[in-house]
Every structure is written in structure tokens, then in C-alpha cells.
């Protein structure tokens, strides 16, 4: 018998609730609403290029909130001052529960429902994405509704956010 294998969460799947380390206690994460989730997770440990990431993330986390996505970074190290959310997943518990190995980091889109319409994963060579990339990504999802399957954004003129 072999080892089981583990599962990478990915495109189409729900997005857990996850319970992570808030400065002020447990957190839970996604948060429901009316907003889509990037969930960016780098390396465990102090990794100086996962660090450079969520900074240059930050700056693009005013175009993310436009096209109504909220942000939420996790780190098994301190929980840097950010203007996102930044919180905690020192038991690794939330990588187990994504299928996300312990030496890779992810980025993962939700849309406001809770389905994930993107997940990338990264070894030491950290090939994220580009933060224009994540708003372009982020629109994407904004205009489109997964309930009705309506490829623009003519669903929210009927529908209030």
C-alpha cells in the first residue's frame, strides 16, 4: 500500500474555512461577503523574497479593493505590519487543509462565493505572479458571476454588492 497523496486544492473546489493566528487571537478566514479573496501564502520561516512579495502585493491592494477583493496574507513567521490582513498558520494546519507542501508557497483566487478560480504554487525558485497580474485577475472575477454564469458585469446592475 502506498502513501496517500495529497491534494492541491485547485480551480473549481471550495475554499475551506480556515482558522488561523490573528494578533489578537484566532481568526477565521475567508471572511463571506461580497468580496473575492487572494489568499497569498509564502515560504514558512523567514524567507526575505516571500517578504518582498507581500510588500509588493501591498501596493497594488488599493486596485485589488476596486475590483472587490480583499487580501489576506499568511505566514508561519511575525505577522508584519501590511495593509492587508496578515495572519498566522504556525501549525501549518491551513497548508495541510490546501494540500500546499511545506517548502512551497501559493497564491490562491476565490471568488465571493468561496470557489477558487485560481491557484499557483512556487518552490524556492518564488515565481509569483505579478501584482498587475493578480488585478487582472481580480477583475476578471469581479465582472463575472458564478451563479448565473453571465460573463460580464451586467449581472450587477440588477444585483446590489
Known sequence: MTGATRKVIGAGDLLPRLTLDGPDGPRSAPWPGNQATLLVLVHPGSCPECTGYLDEVAGA????????????????????????????????????RLGIADGEAAVLLADRWGEVNEVATFGADHGFPLPRQLVESAKIVDVSCGECNVPGPEWRETEPL
Do not use: H, I, K, Y
Not at 508561519?76 to 501549518?92: A, C, I, K
Open 61 to 96: 491592494v488599493d486596485d485589488l479593493r476596486s475590483w472587490g477583493t480583499q487580501v489576506v496574507g499568511v505566514t508561519s513567521g511575525s505577522l508584519p505590519d501590511l495593509p492587508f490582513v496578515v495572519l498566522g498558520d504556525g501549525d501549518g494546519a491551513c497548508r495541510r
